[in-house]
């Protein structure tokens, strides 16, 4: 049974809550949340969605609304039916194009365009269809990095939920050692499968895909197999931050960073931390409400 609590307020207010949520390190894991408009022609109005495995308590309530500065908006409660809602929310999604990338769900043809790769993503129990602004601003970035003439032989795609960006930047480097993870292992299966329907190899050799259960950089494998020359992560602003002195050490001097998944608010807070951590920023490009960076590693650091 689950359960969902709603609150309605201002663009501002709702990316005040999420920043601090992010902050909130004794955040109960059971409570899930997410901000979005309520309306695309409403692009100012926008809503936060707490959803629990449980009917909301008291203490549930209080700290959902502990995530607004001041007095908090009213929570909606809402009882929600047996239905796998990330599965839900993801069918008949209509395919994106992004870089050199169409991304479609089995619902949909592959494009068939000369130069053009087609994925077959389906709605799965983990992240990213490509749907998303962030996976689609990466998409558009990885295309971009191999136009500028970069080379990469060995690389990283941290927090990779389905395996659509490994697949990816392996698309664009064929021959580089390509390791994934997540922090969630059920990912391991997921993006297995995906592979296997996109014709990915797995493995641990040039051109290959190497799949791995880690939170963060915290992996012996993940460590083993480095130094990078790239490491793509699309997962949150406050994890980027904490994570970007890992990134920084497990790239090879000159190597190169993808960001993906924080708001364009949240970018100079990210930005600040790289910077600390011997990063400087190449490109970026917005998507939406959404910051993608690429930035370089410092060669004598």
């Not at 307020?9 to 005040?16: D, L, Y």
């Not at 408009?37 to 409403?42: C, F, G, I, S, T």
Request: net charge negative; proline share 7%; glycine share 10%.
């Amino acid at each position: 049974m689950s359960w969902k609590l709603i609150a309605f307020a201002p663009r501002g207010v709702i990316e005040a809550a999420l920043l601090a949520h992010e902050d909130a390190f004794d955040w109960d894991p059971d409570i899930v949340i997410s901000g979005s408009e309520v309306a695309e022609d409403r692009p100012e109005d926008w809503q936060l969605e707490a959803w629990l495995p449980r009917k909301p308590g008291k203490a549930d309530k209080a700290a959902v609304a502990g995530l607004f500065p001041g007095k908090p908006p009213p929570l909606a409660q809402e009882k929600l039916p047996a239905i796998d809602w990330l599965t839900h929310s993801q069918q008949g999604l209509e395919p994106i194009r992004a870089g050199r990338f169409h991304v479609h769900t089995p619902d949909h043809p592959p494009l068939g365009e000369a130069g053009v790769r087609d994925f077959r993503i389906p709605a799965s129990q983990a992240f990213g269809t490509g749907q998303h602004a962030t996976t689609a601003g990466c998409l558009a970035m990885l295309s971009h990095m191999k136009a500028q003439g970069l080379v990469v032989r060995n690389l990283a795609d941290i927090g990779t939920g389905t395996g659509l960006l490994a697949f990816a930047a392996l698309e664009l480097w064929p021959r580089a050692l390509a390791t994934a993870s997540d922090i969630d292992a059920v990912c391991i299966g997921v993006v297995e499968d995906n592979a296997r329907a996109n014709g990915v190899a797995m493995g641990a050799g040039p051109g290959q895909l190497t799949m791995l259960a880690a939170d963060g950089m915290d992996h012996p494998l993940l460590a083993a197999r480095g130094p990078y020359d790239l490491i793509i992560a699309n997962i949150l602003a406050g994890p980027l931050i904490g994570l970007a002195p890992d990134f920084a050490g497990a790239l090879v001097p000159g190597g190169h960073l993808l960001l993906a998944g924080l708001l364009e608010t949240q970018e100079a807070q990210v930005r600040r931390a790289c910077r600390r951590a011997g990063l400087r920023l190449a490109a970026r490009m917005v998507c939406g409400d959404w910051s993608i960076l690429w930035l370089r590693k410092r060669r004598a650091w």
